[in-house]
């Protein structure tokens, strides 16, 4: 079936550092990612639409300049979280979705980012 | 706009005992509707989807759901439940290309 790559699983790092999370669609082309904020016993929340080539589609009050996607290839799309605070701890989940029409979206493992 | 309630963010069950997850959606076009499990700090795994073909909708680890487009729903059901069931799922329809998430329902099984 269907795999995603998320990486890295686990980020701990100081305030004020950029980190960067990897989502790999690792056995099919996918013109669509999507990246995604989950709070504690939280529903997931849409922070982006990434699509191949072009430029990220935000949701509403997501900061663009906080949180930068790069849709480079079909396989590859990265969120890198700008000059991190504590506030931006969570769990980012990344999916993919085939280009086929009709397909499920597959989702990464999740990275679960911790701010000092 | 398109959108899905799950009933009960919690449900307990005794192991071997029926599983129902309850999901109801709003939806002004036929809907894709997708049951997702996830395990913890762990990713969503897709248990199954329906897309407009047979109502009755078999998925993995024993799972199905059913369309009734009358009552709108689509309840997540498995005949015996496992401890290895114990997880959060979650219910979702597809709108304008995006996912939109049940706030989730966390499924305890007791031995």
């Known amino acids: 079936g269907a795999v995603v790559s998320q990486h890295p699983s686990r980020v701990i790092c100081k305030s004020g550092t950029s980190v960067k999370i990897e989502c790999r669609s690792l056995?099919?082309?996918?013109?669509?990612m999507f990246w995604y904020r989950q709070f504690p016993k939280k529903s997931l929340m849409l922070m982006a639409t990434?699509?191949?080539?072009?430029?990220?589609?935000?949701e509403q009050g997501v900061e663009k300049d906080k949180f930068l996607i790069n849709h480079a290839s079909l396989t590859l799309s990265t969120l890198t979280v700008t000059s991190a605070h504590p506030e931006d701890s969570s769990f980012y989940i990344c999916?993919?979705?085939?280009?086929?029409?009709?397909?499920?979206?597959?989702f990464g493992d999740g990275t679960r980012l911790s701010i000092l | 706009a398109q959108s899905v309630t799950q009933l009960g963010s919690h449900v307990s069950v005794s192991e071997g005992a029926l599983v129902l997850l309850r999901c109801n959606y709003s939806?002004?076009?036929?809907?894709?509707l997708f049951w997702y499990v996830q395990y913890p700090n762990q990713g969503l795994q897709l248990l199954l989807k329906?897309?407009?073909?047979?109502?009755l909708v078999k998925g993995i680890n024993g799972f199905e759901a059913e369309f009734k487009k009358s009552e709108t729903s689509f309840h997540l059901t498995k005949p015996s439940a496992h401890m290895s069931d114990a997880a959060e799922y979650f219910c979702?329809?597809?709108?304008?290309?995006?996912?939109?998430f049940g706030k989730g329902t966390k499924l305890s099984v007791k031995p």
């Open positions: 329906y897309t407009s073909a047979a109502t």
């Open positions: 056995d099919f082309q996918a013109t669509t």
């Open positions: 999916s993919a979705r085939e280009n086929r029409g009709g397909q499920p979206q597959h």
């Open positions: 939806s002004s076009v036929p809907p894709y």
């Open positions: 979702a329809v597809r709108s304008q290309g995006n996912l939109i």
């Open positions: 990434s699509n191949e080539g072009s430029k990220a589609t935000y």
